[in-house]
């Protein structure tokens, strides 16, 4: 590598460490670094340059307040106080134990080819029931329904879906008419029987040919899709089971832990002494 090219590498890399921890603010000569407030940010996953303008401000603000109230408390003698250092050491105990266990959390990993083995050997787990994608017009009495009926039987295969949206926008009562009447996907024991057993009895494309009476009015159905009883298929359960078998194995790790220095440790516990 050139003298040239060597002290262009060392003035960028000088550059993005002081970009890293940009100071934004100092009280009295204690710096507070852009670092400083994402360390504090990363628990909630966000991030200062994240925040808009105002919002940034407004934490800058809060973080200065509080170096000043730590520079009055110090000055009253806080930490000389017994139960500030009790607090303390609570609070380094719980910090100490976090950060290890992050750690830990880090070293869990686990493969596809151990998640899919996982999927292979629990199938059960990923059965799915059948599903209906359905839209519904409510109306208030059973002429009106069936008026509707009448009007959607006329038009042709082609266009009734269209047709469907357009008087469930104009006629609907219910709060799904300003979208077509659409339901979304849905399975057995999420509507009321009544509409339950008349839209599952429904084939792809299908109406119902009379009006469905519930306690909400009349209804006339759509079926728009159907999705047969089955199972998940892997990649679309991976995720979820990559991370059921992470909390698992890390759950056993701390465990193991525990119970190995147990082992070893001189414990005395007066509320499982023998009386």
């Known amino acids: ?130 599903k209906i994608h359905a839209r ?27 047709k469907f949206i357009a008087l469930a926008k104009e006629k609907s009562t219910g709060p799904s008419g300003k979208n077509g009447g659409d339901l979304g996907f849905f399975g057995k024991g999420q509507m009321v029987p009544a509409f339950q057993d008349a839209a599952f009895a429904l084939k792809k494309g299908e109406i119902t040919t009379k009006p469905v009476k519930t306690q909400f009015g009349y209804h006339v159905i759509y079926l728009e899709d159907k999705k047969p009883e089955g199972t998940a298929e892997f990649a679309k359960v991976k995720d979820k089971i990559i991370a059921k078998m992470r909390q698992e194995q890390f759950s056993k790790a701390v465990k193991d832990a525990i119970d190995s220095s147990k082992e070893k440790a001189k414990i005395t516990n007066t509320l499982n002494s023998s009386k």
Do not use: C
Not at 31 to 47: M, V
Not at 84 to 99: G, P, S, W
Not at 139 to 162: F, G
């Open 1 to 130: 590598m050139s003298l040239l090219k060597s002290t262009i590498l060392t003035s960028a890399l000088l550059v993005a460490s002081v970009n890293a921890s940009e100071v934004l603010a100092t009280v009295n000569g204690t710096p507070i670094s852009k670092e400083d407030i994402n360390t504090i940010l990363k628990a909630q996953g966000g991030s200062f340059d994240k925040l808009n303008k105002d919002q940034q401000k407004q934490l800058l603000d809060k973080l200065i307040e509080r170096e000043l109230l730590a520079e009055v408390a110090k000055k009253a003698g806080v930490e000389k106080d017994e139960n500030f250092n009790k607090a303390l050491e609570n609070f380094r105990k719980d910090l100490v134990i976090k950060t290890w266990m992050d750690k830990v959390y880090k070293r869990t990993l686990i493969s596809d080819s151990e998640a899919n083995k996982y999927y292979q050997d629990n199938k059960d787990q990923f059965k799915q029931p059948e």
């Open 136 to 162: 519904h017009i409510l109306v208030k009495s059973e002429k009106e329904a069936n008026d509707i009926i009448k009007t959607l039987k006329a038009t042709k295969a082609n266009e009734l879906k269209d």
